[in-house]
């Protein structure tokens, strides 16, 4: 058979789109992973970070499904989500400038931001029982949450880091270093993902503070590998940056694919804002 796809991306991050709302033969889909792996392969398929599912959904506009290209199921992804609303909104598929997106993570909501997306990207969770981090109870939070992990020593082959941890509905940790651009992120990324205080693996977040209000960013995401952007990652180095002092409410993320402005509010939801960009339609036997 032959399945329709679109490409896209978020400031580099790229994506495999496939609407499945009206989906007749579904028998394509029975094994997602293998899909996903094949798809994804930069040599043999059509090539991307991650392959995103468009479906109906009973508790919202949309729903989402995120599959990374070893075909492991993710669940949440910012800058996907934003394509996913420019895919919608492109198509007339929603007359609102607000939509709300189910995903694993919980009900995501984008709305149009002039040619940017802005998404609400929900509250961060800082308790490591839930990001989640296998360690021991840590002091109190400043905000009262039990458990934060922050600043927490961790020796990764010839080096030790800092890590500090957040879930943006999916696991990250943040460590700062003295220059990114230089820094080798394949060597300690894979090793971080898959260590053994991470239990669903992490993406990881090295990032260089410019100023309180710019901070550079790379980042080695869960199944993916270093990519040039990653919005869940970006918010969450935001929020690490202010707990430690480091930055304000409001923030530039500048990452290998462009910027994505954040900012953690009073009301403890992060919002994000960036661009979304279709590249081209086609098919692909299966």
């Known amino acids: 058979m032959k399945l329709s796809f679109t490409k896209m991306h978020g400031l580099g991050n790229d ?17 997602l992973r293998d899909i996903s792996r094949r798809l994804c392969h930069r ?59 189910e995903t694993s993570a919980g009900i995501i909501t984008p709305e149009k931001s002039g040619d940017m997306v802005k998404v609400d990207m929900g509250e961060p969770i800082l308790e490591g029982s839930l990001i989640p981090v296998k360690l021991p ?16 020593p961790l020796k990764i082959l010839d080096k030790e880091f800092k890590i500090t941890c957040v879930s943006m509905g999916n696991p990250h940790a943040v460590i700062v270093v003295d220059d990114v651009d230089g820094f080798d992120v394949k060597k300690y990324g894979p090793v971080i993902e898959n260590y053994e205080l991470f239990p669903n693996r992490i993406n990881v977040e090295f990032v260089q ?18 990519t040039m952007a990653c919005g869940t990652g970006a918010s969450a ?14 923030v ?21 804002t960036g661009p979304a960009v279709e590249v081209f339609e086609g098919w692909i036997s299966l």
């Not at 994506?15 to 094994?31: A, V």
């Not at 960013?217 to 590998?225: D, F, K, N, P, Y």
């Open 15 to 31: 994506f495999i789109l496939i609407d499945c709302r009206n989906e007749e033969d579904k028998s394509w889909g029975k094994n």
């Open 237 to 250: 180095v935001a929020v690490a940056a202010n707990l430690k002092g480091l930055a304000g409410k409001k």
């Open 137 to 152: 109870p840590h002091p109190p939070l400043s905000n009262g949450g039990q458990g934060g992990v922050i600043d927490f």
């Open 209 to 226: 503070v410019v100023d309180s209000g710019n901070i550079k960013m790379r980042v080695w995401e869960r199944g993916a590998g270093e």
């Open 252 to 272: 530039k993320i500048i990452l290998l694919g462009g910027e994505l402005l954040i900012e953690w509010d009073n009301n403890n939801h992060v919002y994000m």
């Open 43 to 101: 040599r043999f398929g059509i090539g991307a970070d991650q392959l995103l599912l468009l479906y109906n959904s009973d508790i919202a506009d949309f729903r989402m499904r995120i599959f990374n290209a070893d075909g492991s199921e993710v669940e949440m992804c910012g800058n996907g989500i934003r394509c996913l609303a420019k895919y919608i909104w492109d198509r007339d598929l929603s007359e609102k400038n607000t939509i709300s997106v």
